[in-house]
């Protein structure tokens, strides 16, 4: 039998920082649904946020941006703890050896993105995620008692009087797994729409399991559309157009080419994004057009070029010279600000079960995330997480109890076409701002989709743990907005598989 003191689902930053800062005596895996730099945080380009050796700056300003971003509904307690341990984990980043970038002086770096009142993003050119991401894994590969499983998925979760057991897909075949204590890190939910920034992971696996096992959800409606994805028009996942663009000067513009960001809040291009995607909506109603356009031609090309390395290149395969033409933009699904409601050391509503990274809501983040301040929350409430079960495992011992799945693995696979319905249900109801009618007609097809796939006889591979996460993650959002809406809502929250 394979049991673990610790088992972490997801191989993103929150993950892999979790696995680094536990305890070496205890025997840990770490299951990474596909690639191991396959996720989020290696999608993330901006920075990282933080108040860290900065005379000028003071984590009471950096609290001050988050709670303006969030629209004051930010948790107190959780955003006192991210900005004023931000310099903890930012210098455990530089001691891991990941690459800030410099100034000629020594000193490094500091960008400034939409919302904040400070340069104090730290990054690596505009690839910062992927970075920290290969910076961790590199170092967690080097721990002996942490064992990384690739391409292998959680199907199912089971509480036991001993901690939890898990039934892990791998290679074909099914493996059940023990452990004491369980992360959830497994991302967010960008895949339950028709386009998002999102890396083929976020399917929100972690926060259906924890739903289905009984864990508290908080705010899945609070989600960011990030106004800058660029408007390729083809493909699922857009290729995003960094904050930091924006913070280098570049312009928005409309269909006219003229800029319009005037007309709705005083910031300009540096209001929060949610601030951003709404007024290009209202711009798109007034135009009757949804072409829309980031400009920073009339920035010097070679600092472009080194500046943006990653989205020049990327552009230039796309067809665009970003130091010579306007770039197509228009919103896009980005990032989800709740998940599975958690404390400040990421305990969820379940004894043993903790949730960092993007699938967890500490409630830093409030209705709408400050720029560059996931990757911090990913490390610091993952460090949390790691101490606590820490100090929590020192004196436990003996076996494990198994729990005996059963499975039908020559069910029917599902059928064709229902992620693709959900995804232009969410997409057609819930984007940027809710279509009333749209969302009545969606929420009540959702739960039929829902039904099905909790109650169908359905072999459970990765399409069906994917889609019955989709179903599960959309039937919370629209629930939440329809009650937003029409005042009341049925729910069933009745857990299991």
Not at 83 to 90: L, N, Q, R, S
Not at 255 to 266: I, S
Not at 406 to 416: A, D, F, K, Q, R
Not at 447 to 460: T, V
Request: with cysteine; hydrophobic share 35%; proline share 3%.
């Amino acid at each position: 039998m394979n049991n673990y003191d610790v088992i972490i689902v997801g191989c993103g930053a929150a993950g892999l920082y979790g696995a680094l800062n536990l305890d070496p005596t205890l025997k840990v895996l770490v299951l990474s649904k596909r690639e191991l730099t396959l996720c989020n945080s290696s999608l993330a380009q901006g920075g990282i946020a933080g108040v860290y050796n900065s005379p000028e700056d003071s984590p009471e300003l950096h609290k001050h941006d988050t709670f303006i971003a969030g629209g004051y509904e930010n948790d107190p307690v959780s955003t006192e703890v991210l900005v004023t341990e931000a310099k903890i984990d930012i210098a455990r980043l530089i001691e891991l050896g990941c690459d800030f970038d410099k100034l000629p002086n020594g000193d490094y770096h500091r960008t400034l993105e939409g919302g904040h009142g400070m340069h104090r993003i730290f990054h690596h050119k505009d690839a910062t995620g992927y970075e920290i991401e290969t910076t961790l894994l590199e170092n967690v590969q080097q721990k002996e008692n942490v064992e990384i499983w690739e391409n292998a998925l959680m199907v199912r979760i089971r509480r036991t009087k001993t901690g939890f057991s898990l039934l892990v897909l791998k290679d074909g075949g099914y493996i059940p797994c023990n452990c004491r204590f369980c992360i959830f890190a497994t991302g967010g939910i960008g895949r339950v729409y028709e386009y998002t920034t999102n890396s083929a992971i976020a399917t929100g696996d972690g926060i259906a399991a924890a739903y289905r096992l009984g864990a508290e959800i908080k705010n899945l409606s609070y989600i960011q559309f990030h106004p800058t994805a660029f408007n390729n028009r083809h493909t699922r996942e857009c290729f995003l157009i960094s904050e930091a663009v924006r913070g280098e000067g570049a312009y928005l513009k409309n269909c006219h080419l003229e800029r319009f960001m005037h007309n709705y809040d005083k910031r300009l291009e540096l209001a929060p994004r949610d601030v951003v995607s709404h007024s290009i909506i209202f711009e798109a109603k007034k135009t009757g057009s949804d072409e829309f356009y980031l400009d920073i031609t009339h920035k010097d090309p070679e600092f472009i070029r080194n500046r943006f390395p990653m989205i020049y290149k990327n552009l230039l395969e796309a067809g665009y010279d970003m130091t010579k033409q306007p770039i197509p933009i228009f919103p896009c699904q980005h990032y989800l600000m709740g998940g599975i409601k958690v404390d400040i050391y990421s305990r969820t509503t379940i004894d043993r079960l903790y949730a960092c990274g993007e699938c967890s809501c500490t409630g830093v983040h409030g209705n709408n995330r400050l720029a560059s301040n996931s990757l911090l929350e990913a490390l610091v409430f993952s460090r949390r997480a790691a101490g606590d079960i820490n100090q929590r495992a020192k004196n436990e011992s003996g076996e494990l109890i198994d729990y005996n799945f059963t499975l039908n693995t020559e069910g029917e696979h599902i059928p064709t076409g229902l992620r693709t319905e959900i995804r232009h249900i969410m997409q057609s109801a819930y984007f940027v701002m809710p279509d009333i009618k749209a969302l009545a007609d969606g929420y009540e097809r959702i739960i039929e989709i829902k039904q099905l796939l909790d109650r169908g006889n359905f072999k459970p591979d990765r399409d069906y743990v994917e889609a019955r996460s989709l179903a599960t993650v959309a039937f919370i959002v629209l629930g939440e907005a329809y009650q937003i809406a029409f005042g009341s809502v049925d729910i069933d929250y009745e857990a299991g598989y």
